[in-house]
């Protein structure tokens, strides 16, 4: 892996952040957008749209959610607090584990009480929580876990699902720039995912997305419940358990993929429904967009391990493939009806064989 990954990656992971408190990433984004002289717009919910227009017939948006699930305080008296939890996280996995809570005074370490309580705060699970030093109402936390761990070719860290893909929109900007492509490139960062695509909904609400342009949502995604492989290569995701997306995306997706790989001896792609779980992507294309979608295979969704809770982790080799693979797609326009030039073969053969069909037929 290059310093430019790694120092991205490094910045970006070490960032806490859950559903409703994502401004240490969405200030970090705009801090390196901003130093890059890129285009950065703000809707009214916090979503951040980044832009590079450096000419010619591309136009394509990469979309990445700011956040990964977490807990937030909702009550307290000195070190003790009831936590909500949000997300999709397991409350037995949860129950019990060491967290750190990022408190005015600065991140404190805590424990999470052993049972969920009777009662639910706007449909979550509830939870006692001790922490060493004062808590207050709207403090949040995540997991005591590592914030980020390269070993072989394993990224660990605590919140792979989505940082992972947010560093990948930072470092594509870094290349296109530096490279003065002849690209329109807009990487799309989104808040409140785990909570139910809530910034999604917002961003279209608002008419904050280009409807006219490719929209392809980054995820991170749980390689078992997609039956892909770690170190596979990046995952093009003909849907999810919602829903397929736009198969004119996955077509011309594939075609990028493919041509890239008869270049490029070391890339490596795979294409799967991923159906471990849903993205944005299932609600974008539900309202109109031409959206598809690229996953980067992830282990111990959600910090689920086989243990108890654990780091997720993604492959250095996945995510300099799909570096690639999106730098390859930014410079290739999406033609008109990708699908139909997959058909257009098939067309041909019947013409050839049409005058025997017709000429067998009762």
């Known amino acids: 892996m290059n310093n430019l990954s790694k120092e991205i990656l490094k910045s970006v992971l070490t960032l806490p952040t859950m559903s409703f408190h994502e401004t240490a990433v969405s200030t970090f984004v705009k801090w390196y957008s901003l130093g890059l002289n890129l285009e950065v717009k703000e809707d009214r919910a916090g979503n951040l749209l980044v832009k590079y227009s450096g000419g010619g017939k591309n136009n394509v948006t990469f979309a990445a959610h700011m956040d990964h699930p977490g807990f937030e305080i909702i ?20 129950s019990g584990s060491k967290v750190i809570v990022y408190s005015e005074g600065g991140p404190l370490k805590a424990k999470i009480g052993e049972k969920t309580l009777s009662k639910k705060h706007l449909g979550r699970f509830c939870f006692e929580c001790v922490a060493k030093g004062k808590i207050s109402k709207g403090d949040f936390g995540h997991y005591d876990l590592p914030a980020v761990q390269f070993q072989e070719d394993l990224i660990k860290t605590r919140a792979a699902d989505n940082l992972v893909s947010v560093a990948a929109i930072l470092e594509l900007m870094t290349h296109i720039v530096n490279k003065k492509e002849k690209v329109n490139v807009s990487g799309l960062f989104t808040r409140g995912e785990e909570a139910g695509f809530l910034g999604a909904f917002a961003a279209m609400e608002s008419n904050f997305i280009p409807k006219k342009d ?20 990046p995952a093009i995701r003909v849907g999810d358990l919602h829903s397929t997306f736009d198969p004119n995306i996955e077509v011309w997706l594939s075609n990028v993929a493919s041509d890239l790989k008869s270049k490029e001896k070391h890339f490596v792609y795979q294409r799967a429904l991923l159906q471990g779980g849903r993205c944005e992507a299932c609600v974008y294309f539900a309202e109109g967009y031409i959206t598809g979608g690229i996953a980067m295979p992830l282990g111990n969704y959600h910090n689920h391990g086989e243990r108890g809770y654990a780091p997720e982790y993604v492959s250095i080799r996945d995510y300099q493939n799909l570096i690639t693979f999106m730098h390859a797609i930014a410079k290739s326009p999406m033609p008109k009806n990708p699908i139909q030039s997959k ?3 098939i067309w041909k053969h019947y013409k050839e064989l049409k005058k025997k069909l017709l000429t067998t037929s009762n």
């Open 343 to 345: 058909t257009a073969p």
């Open 75 to 94: 009550s307290s008296k000195g070190n003790k607090g009831i936590a909500a939890l949000w997300g999709k996280v397991d409350p037995k996995t949860f």
């Open 214 to 233: 490719p929209l392809i949502v980054l995820e991170c995604s749980s390689a078992k419940g997609g039956c892909v492989e770690i170190g596979q290569g």
